[in-house]
């Protein structure tokens, strides 16, 4: 059972954090822990960002932080938020809150000293822990503690309310089920996201994308993937998605696990759309993928169908982590463990033979240096890069024929 008290873990003893927090005591019973770090601590997880919720109002936060000589950077003021940066590392703190009026993607606050009204905007149960810094007590409003222990993503209070302020909790909501989610699912909050999905497209391309590529990076999103697709969450913003997408995610996640791989974004991407490259272009427009991702998601699909035998051949042309990525979607079961064997620890090689190499072998120079130079090329490339006195017997031939070539004409 999870307790009601937030273990001691590194990240609490940051003497710069610690000095932020006595510059931030107030009567209201803060500054507080709030959201992910007590949530993964209770959890034993590691924790990387810091969230501090407190009653002053930013000006003062503002104020304290500066005469206390740490940086305050006014990240977002009009919602409260202030960074502080102190030895390197940055800690978000935000003045509580309660909503006003919210349009599906943004919220007007007002500022509060109300811990529960503050937990009440909050989307999750489990995203709604505060916690005591001196005394590490754990405050919970909503039953987050108990949803913890029970592996269950829930919507503080009304599901439909919640998505409606903002439609982006959609896609969060089945992320934090795919990395939370090992109990019973709830049939309201799954009820709430289908009947809100139409809203997903209010919001903008960047966000979507960036929520999605949250959740496809998670260990195993297949489940919580599949509850998308069941219940038609993608249909608003992904019409390519294909339509085995639960069947291919599934397949590349079990692989990635059978043959302790690593993740790759790209490839979990694909796994779940059409296998058309003007069709995953058009996906990567819409959604504003950045061009080293979308030049990632073409090559895959233009690198031809992987065997043993041209898998180093594609890692030549594109590189080992575009190679290793085909072979994982597209490589057939039996030749999956042959073409992994052949990239792993494989560098791919140069080749030395250069124009002036091949006027010295008596091919004259002009255009027929930079032909010859590619049919020794990609003869080198089928022969499975062979080293350096095989690369001159290659082209010793190509000068030859060439020249007899030359001759004849």
Not at 264 to 289: G, M, N, Q, W, Y
Request: aromatic share 6%; glycine share 6%; proline share 5%.
């Amino acid at each position: 059972m999870i307790a009601a008290q937030l273990p001691h873990a590194e990240w609490q003893q940051a003497a710069g954090l610690k000095k932020v927090l006595a510059l931030l005591a107030d009567s209201y019973g803060g500054p507080r822990y709030v959201g992910g770090a007590v949530r993964d601590t209770l959890l034993g997880l590691p924790v990387s960002d810091v969230d501090i919720a407190t009653a002053l109002l930013p000006e003062t936060v503002m104020d304290r932080l500066e005469a206390g000589g740490v940086k305050a950077v006014p990240t977002g003021l009009d919602h409260g938020t202030i960074t502080a940066v102190v030895d390197g590392k940055n800690y978000e703190i935000t003045t509580l809150r309660r909503d006003v009026s919210t349009d599906g993607r943004r919220a007007t606050v007002a500022f509060a000293t109300d811990w529960r009204e503050d937990a009440a905007r909050r989307d999750f149960t489990i995203n709604a822990l505060y916690a005591a810094p001196q005394t590490g007590e754990v405050f919970d409003y909503f039953g987050g503690l108990s949803d913890l222990d029970n592996g269950c993503v829930r919507f503080i209070g009304d599901a439909t309310q919640r998505i409606a302020e903002d439609f982006l909790r959609i896609l969060r909501y089945f992320r934090f089920l795919a990395r939370f989610g090992s109990g019973p699912v709830d049939a309201d909050a799954i009820h709430a996201c289908a009947q809100g999905a139409h809203g997903l497209t209010a919001l903008s391309r960047e966000r979507i994308a960036q929520e999605l590529a949250r959740l496809l990076s998670l260990k195993n999103p297949v489940a919580s993937v599949t509850l998308m697709i069941e219940n038609g969450i993608f249909a608003p913003f992904l019409p390519e998605l294909c339509s085995d997408a639960h069947d291919r995610l599934q397949r590349l996640v079990h692989r990635e696990q059978l043959h302790n791989q690593p993740l790759s974004l790209p490839a979990r991407f694909l796994s779940i759309l059409v296998t058309d490259p003007v069709a995953v272009d058009k996906v990567a427009a819409r959604l504003k993928l950045s061009n080293k991702m979308r030049e990632n998601l073409a090559n895959r699909l233009n690198a031809g169908a992987p065997t043993e035998g041209n898998i180093r051949a594609i890692a030549y042309r594109f590189d080992n982590d575009t190679a290793r990525d085909v072979a994982m979607l597209f490589a057939d079961d039996n030749a999956l463990p042959l073409c992994l064997a052949r990239l792993d620890n494989w560098d791919s090689p140069t080749m030395h033979i250069k124009g002036g190499d091949l006027i010295k072998m008596g091919l004259p120079a002009g255009p027929l240096v930079a032909k010859t130079l590619q049919e020794l090329e990609a003869n080198w490339v089928a022969e499975d890069f062979p080293i350096s006195d095989r690369q001159s017997e290659l082209a010793l031939q190509l000068v030859e024929a060439a020249m007899s070539a030359a001759k004849k004409a």
